[in-house]
């Protein structure tokens, strides 16, 4: 497979350290692409779960060298941490070896359109619905993604590629649906306070690619349960795509060909 050249790509919430991370599928995607410029756009190692239990697997120790290798193969990266990754926030406007950190950024796109970067905890008192939902939330949350281990243990066990457990369930909530909607509106309202034609954040593990009120919203997604970035061609287009093989059978799905897929399309 040629490699698939991105003038930007967009990852967030990788959660390296924590037992949902699917750093063999990122190690897998970022190996098949050539990136001018990449956002690490925060939750890229979780520090919350490894205070809870240590674990730092070879699979996770290979991702996590090779994002430091990047920069030595000319790719740009920024890093702007998150939630998970907190204590670096500290570090706004520094530089990490050739790595830079900031707490949000400004992108412009090869047609124009500036974008407006930053994790999206941010958002998080505007979208909080108090602490027992929070907890409920976080429980569920837990359970989904255990639903997720082993129902996609047996796929790979069947010669199947990886499909999202959790996101199809979550999709069908109505409470994680609000949620969802309350922070996109956050989002949103940011930007076009702002002045930015739009926003591009991770945060709440769902992806999608949304214009509302003449405003690009572009959710990254994660690496815990739907494999997925942002990426920018070298024309200026954006789209969001998966990566859901591990094996020589890679595969790229691009949203905007398959949009029974999720609610996201390609945008010029």
Not at 189 to 210: L, S, T, W
Request: proline share 3%.
């Amino acid at each position: 497979m040629s490699k698939m050249h991105y003038k930007t790509v967009w990852l967030s919430d990788i959660h390296l350290g924590c037992k949902d991370c699917k750093a063999e599928y990122l190690l897998n995607f970022l190996q098949q692409c050539q990136i001018d410029t990449l956002y690490l756009v925060g939750d890229i190692v979780d520090l919350w779960a490894m205070s809870k239990q240590f674990r730092w697997p070879k699979d996770h120790n290979k991702l996590f060298h090779y994002l430091l290798s990047l920069t030595a193969q000319g790719t740009r990266v920024i890093y702007l941490p998150g939630n998970h990754d907190e204590p670096l926030q500290q570090y706004d406007g520094m530089n990490f070896g050739d790595i830079e950190i900031h707490r949000s950024y400004t992108h412009t796109t090869a047609q124009g359109k500036k974008l407006l970067i930053l994790h999206g905890d941010q958002f998080d008192p505007q979208v909080c619905f108090g602490p027992l939902h929070s907890w409920i939330g976080d429980v569920l949350y837990d359970f989904l993604l255990f639903l997720n281990r082993w129902y996609n243990w047996c796929r790979v066990k069947t010669g199947r590629p990886y499909w999202s457990l959790a996101s199809h369930i979550k999709r069908k909530l109505k409470g994680a649906n609000q949620a969802i909607s309350r922070y996109r509106n956050a989002c949103i309202a940011m930007a076009k306070n702002q002045g930015f034609d739009g926003i591009v954040c991770g945060h709440i593990h769902h992806p999608e690619i949304v214009e509302q009120q003449g405003i690009l919203y572009l959710n990254d997604g994660d690496w815990v349960e739907n494999c997925s970035a942002i990426v920018e061609t070298q024309s200026g287009e954006l789209s969001l795509v998966y990566w859901s093989f591990v094996t020589k059978a890679n595969h790229l799905v691009d949203v905007s060909a398959k949009p029974k897929v999720v609610n996201g399309r390609k945008v010029a």
